[in-house]
């Protein structure tokens, strides 16, 4: 009864006077991000005077953009798969490129202004690099770098006798699609090359180049959508966006004759920061001598176990996470750890009866109950968000089309008829390409339908909840497989999906939302969108390729052996997609009647959750948690989810807006506070602890 008690208490508290319950009031006492976003526009915009295109995307801001897409291609994949130290690359904050711009704006605004004023960057200059370092950093490792090469290696050098691969997969395999073992592509790869020879660039060349005419217009397409969805989701709807409140805090007195942020100034900044960074610092003296204790920064604390068979709590503490949550909404706060422990209580109630669905995929959740009832909710709540939509997609689409001249496209990053005929020309030809890969059409329009409703659905998590560790209940390949059933599948599209999971499986780290918080971020400027459209998609076309060529690299430099990335590098990851494709070959199902009853529950419940707080203004728990109950990586974060919304709930009960407002320097110190902490001990481990580093941020 705790729980239910304490999630009541800021329900009455805040019925009538909620932070959070009034998106689309203008009553000035309540403080709402979307508008103080607004507010902190029309004040940029107007301090800067107006501006045009070229003299808001200058030169210095696209070579320090560059900068941060080699930077992030080459040292993010290098830490993570070579030094054993943190994933930078791995999650939706893109501390990485948070980083780099925050260095770039200690370099011009805070040191070489004090000789030359000019030299300082203006707001719009700090927003170019973020936003192509953003744009990059989703695709470096775990959104595309690592789970591609992994599984365009497997088949042709991971097959055994055993695992009957070749039986089952080479005769539909395409030698186009395909990295051979070739003048030793593949042994040298593992185990690196031998002094006095070459790379043999062409053997891996030739599926790069095929893969990367996949790989480019998806990337393409999430930019597309995210023009088409921008106006409604920023404008009409106002999410709050609550990772990019970091950067637009940032820009904040830039405009000043300080140069440098308004929270730089506060002292309340830097006790914050203070407390994650001098942690750190401490445990890297550890580093060295074992007579320093570390001390347990984001150690997990012993779970707690409601019972046999019940899942365990886990507690954990996270400074990030709980700077992040401080700029989420109540309402999301409580029904994110409120639904959590619902997902604990069915799932361990399920286990003690007895009662399981056979079979188990990874890039799922715990049970496959709860995955399948959560992806019914997550699939309802993108087409709910689209249905409100409707009116303005069907403006979108009647402007592109030529029958509607009066919608104004001019700040958007890409004209509405590029978008629309854009994504459409895209998901053609991607239908196209996974026929030619070996799929049936039905089958290749399904999953990338799919894939870009789990795109949809991430990037409006990011824009609503900003929760940084976030993925789908399941990946599209699993959904197309209990859907349809392997029964009814061919052996020539089981194996053409087995090959997409590697660039169209890993959501927790990828492209689309980072295109969507770049959208949002693009408020503080004016009639700039498109050019950054144009600058954030090459961006991420040159992240990846990079990131790929790199990881090639490093692989015959090294020897993937030598991987300290033991999950994709260490034949756990790159085994997954065809020994799980394999079992469903070897034992063919129909439609899974079990698995679509609880996604047709989650639906219904999720539409019942969606309705309520639509219908009833004071609603405390939003639907958003419901469809990441115990999942992954949500169990990692929600402790520091739950001590940040008691932590924000007593502020607004005991100081109302002024107190909150107050805070906001403090948790935003947290986040930086961890960002230069994570930074400096990846720079201790290259110097002093090659292939043994110090994993301290990053989910798997």
Not at 396 to 414: T, W
């Amino acid at each position: 009864m705790f729980f239910f008690d304490l999630y009541r208490l800021p329900f009455y508290i805040f019925w009538t006077r909620r932070l959070d319950s009034l998106p689309y009031f203008s009553h000035r006492k309540y403080h709402n991000p979307a508008l103080s976003m607004a507010s902190a526009q029309q004040s940029v915009s107007s301090s800067a005077g107006p501006t045009t295109a070229t003299r808001i995307i200058t030169p210095r801001s696209i070579l320090l953009g560059l900068t941060s897409v080699v930077l992030i291609s080459l040292i993010v994949p290098y830490f993570q798969y070579t030094m054993a130290s943190s994933q930078l690359g791995a999650d939706h904050l893109h501390i990485g490129a948070l980083f780099l711009a925050f260095a770039y704006l200690i370099l011009f605004n805070v040191i070489l202004a004090r000789w030359k004023k000019d030299w300082a960057l203006t707001s719009h200059e700090f927003v170019i690099p973020l936003a192509m370092g953003m744009a990059a950093s989703g695709l470096s490792t775990n959104g595309m770098g690592a789970p591609f090469i992994s599984t365009l290696m497997a088949p042709n050098l991971l097959a055994t006798p055993e695992n009957q691969w070749a039986e089952y997969f080479y005769p539909y395999l395409k030698p186009w699609a395909n990295v051979t073992n070739q003048g030793n592509a593949l042994t040298w790869f593992v185990d690196g090359i031998p002094p006095g020879e070459s790379i043999p660039w062409s053997v891996w060349g030739i599926p790069l180049f095929w893969w990367l005419t996949f790989i480019v217009p998806i990337i393409f397409m999430g930019l597309c959508l995210v023009v088409i969805l921008r106006r409604q989701w920023v404008e009409h709807e106002k999410l709050v966006f609550p990772m990019m409140q970091i950067p637009l805090a940032l820009t904040r007195g830039m405009e000043s004759s300080g140069r440098i942020p308004e929270f730089m100034t506060e002292k309340r900044f830097w006790i914050g920061f203070s407390i994650p960074f001098c942690v750190m610092m401490y445990n890297i003296i550890g580093y060295f001598t074992p007579v320093v204790p570390q001390f347990p920064y984001f150690g997990s604390a012993p779970p707690i176990v409601f019972g046999e068979g019940f899942p365990p709590l886990e507690i954990n503490f996270r400074p990030a996470i709980l700077g992040i949550s401080y700029f989420v909404n109540l309402d999301v706060l409580a029904g994110f750890w409120v639904f959590y422990m619902i997902g604990i209580i069915q799932v361990g109630i399920a286990q003690r009866i007895g009662y399981d669905i056979p079979g188990r995929d990874n890039y799922t959740s715990i049970h496959p109950m709860l995955d399948w009832q959560n992806m019914g909710a997550f699939i309802v709540f993108v087409a709910w968000g689209l249905w409100r939509a409707r009116f303005h997609i069907r403006a979108v689409f009647s402007h592109a089309f030529g029958r509607r001249s009066d919608l104004d496209d001019s700040d958007e990053m890409l004209p509405y008829r590029v978008a629309v005929f854009g994504f459409l020309g895209g998901f053609v030809y991607g239908i196209v390409w996974l026929n030619q890969l070996g799929m049936s059409v039905p089958i290749a329009v399904f999953l990338l339908a799919g894939v870009f409703v789990i795109y949809i659905g991430v990037s409006r998590i990011i824009a609503e909840a900003g929760l940084p560790y976030v993925r789908s209940p399941m990946i599209a390949q699993v959904l197309v497989f209990y859907s349809v059933g392997s029964a009814n599948l061919s052996m020539s599209t089981m194996t053409a999906m087995a090959q997409t999971y590697g660039p169209v499986s890993e959501i927790k780290s990828t492209f689309m939302p980072a295109f969507m918080q770049v959208a949002k971020l693009s408020e503080i400027g004016a009639r700039w969108h498109r050019g950054l459209g144009w600058t954030v998609l090459s961006a991420a076309v040159i992240g990846v390729v990079i990131a790929l060529i790199w990881t090639i690299y490093l692989g015959f430099d090294q020897g993937t052996r030598q991987f300290t990335n033991g999950w994709w590098f260490g034949r756990i990851g790159s085994t997954i997609p065809y020994n799980e494709t394999l079992t469903k070959m070897r034992d063919p199902f129909g439609p899974d009647t079990a698995r679509l009853m609880f996604f047709m529950v989650g639906g219904w419940l999720m539409f019942l959750l969606m309705t309520l707080r639509a219908r009833l203004p004071g609603w405390p728990l939003h639907p958003l948690g419901f469809f990441l109950s115990y999942s992954w990586p949500a169990r990692a974060i929600v402790s520091s989810m739950f001590v940040c919304w008691v932590i924000k709930s007593i502020m607004m009960w005991v100081g109302g807006i002024e107190l909150y407002r107050k805070g906001q320097p403090f948790f935003l110190g947290l986040i930086f506070g961890v960002a230069t902490g994570v930074v400096i001990s990846m720079f201790v481990d290259y110097i002093w602890f090659p292939h043994a580093g110090h994993h301290i941020y990053g989910i798997d």
